[in-house]
Nanobody
Framework: QVQLVESGGGSVQPGGSLRLSCSFS????????RGWLRQAPGKEPEGVAGVDVDGNKRYSDSVKGRFTISQDYAKSTLYLQMDSLKPEDTAMYYC???????????????RGQGTQVTVSS
């Protein structure tokens, strides 16, 4: 069992940046895929980024070129650097240890409590 705690969300203007963090505890076996997903009000969850055991990173088309996923093994922490934020990025963001097609799995039940990101002028 792994516990995940997300942080770093907030409110920013379009074009702004935020850096999300996800701390892992419990079963910190790094030989799995780690990822981020998000869910906007009234919409289905969407995988946005993932990093596999070999360090290969993948992004959804909606965030490619603007978001960067990274991880710090020593700190057992996963990050999501979000730049050039758009209003459509507004959502609750979750980290997960389950990936689907290389992205945080929208089907995962093994996720944290989430951190809210709001992009608005």
């Amino acid at each position: 069992q792994v516990q995940l705690v997300e942080s770093g969300g907030g409110s920013v203007q379009p074009g702004g940046s935020l850096r999300l963090s996800c701390s892992f505890s419990g079963d910190t076996n790094w030989r799995v895929c780690r990822g981020w997903l998000r869910q906007a009000p009234g919409k289905e969850p969407e995988g946005v980024a993932g990093v596999d055991v070999d360090g290969n990173k993948r992004y959804s088309d909606s965030v490619k070129g603007r978001f960067t996923i990274s991880q710090d093994y020593a700190k057992s922490t996963l990050y999501l650097q979000m730049d050039s934020l758009k209003p459509e990025d507004t959502a609750m963001y979750y980290c997960t240890v389950d990936c689907l097609y290389g992205l945080g799995s929208p089907l995962s039940k093994n996720r944290g409590q989430g951190t809210q990101v709001t992009v608005s002028s």
